[in-house]
């Protein structure tokens, strides 16, 4: 079942297939327009306005905090009803090196806060935040996916593997297109990859 869009496309596979081309275009256009650096970092409305740039041509939810509660596997994320305080507290979480990064990174994941779309959108605000407080970048092409999964799932208990992973990764091309088109091309896989794919709890 495809989630509803204004495309009002009935099919998951075709839908993904023109949620990647447009969300992508939209990510080059954000990327080249500059319009991200003007946005603070680590913030949910950074997160909430990068989120409405990559997807708003196709759900009518994009850039909103979800209503509906979801699942990956046996995790659910944070509950619906209680998103807006949680996400309040996650944007307070200090910021000021590598390590409060990630784990603010993981709270966030936690939290999901949109009903689709999320890898993609916090993987360019984490990217934004990196390139703020430390002039660095993740370069996505060299994170190995299965083991970003094993550590993103692992990550709400303990978080040592997945600050591993992302910090041999850190570049210091934070101004490279193809760096940054990276980390879409990355958290696109991670989302429709079957094991990896969220849920709508009912």
Excluded: C
Excluded at 115 to 136: C, P, Q, V
Aim: aromatic residues 12%; charged residues 30%; neutral net charge.
């Amino acid at each position: 079942m495809a989630l509803d869009n204004k495309f009002n496309i009935e099919d998951a596979a075709e839908l993904a297939r023109v949620e990647e081309k447009i969300s992508k275009q939209n990510a080059i256009k954000l990327f080249t327009s500059g319009r991200l650096e003007k946005f603070p970092a680590g913030k949910f409305s950074t997160l909430a306005e990068i989120h409405r740039a990559l997807f708003g041509e196709i759900y009518d939810f994009a850039g909103k905090i979800r209503t509906v509660n979801l699942a990956k596997g046996h995790f659910r994320f944070a509950a619906a009803l209680y998103l807006v305080e949680a996400v309040a507290q996650i944007e307070n979480m200090p910021q000021n090196n590598f390590s409060a990064i990630i784990e603010k990174y993981v709270e966030m994941n936690v939290a999901h806060p949109f009903r689709e779309g999320n890898g993609r959108s916090m993987r360019l605000w984490l990217d934004h935040i990196l390139k703020t407080e430390l002039s660095r970048v993740v370069d996505w092409s060299r994170v190995d996916k299965a083991e970003y999964l094993s550590a993103m799932e692992l990550s709400p208990i303990h978080d040592d593997k997945i600050k591993k992973i992302l910090s041999v990764a850190l570049t210091d091309k934070i101004d490279d297109r193809e760096i940054f088109m990276k980390g879409l091309d990355a958290s696109y896989f991670y989302e429709n990859y079957f094991v990896y794919r969220t849920h709508e709890l009912l």
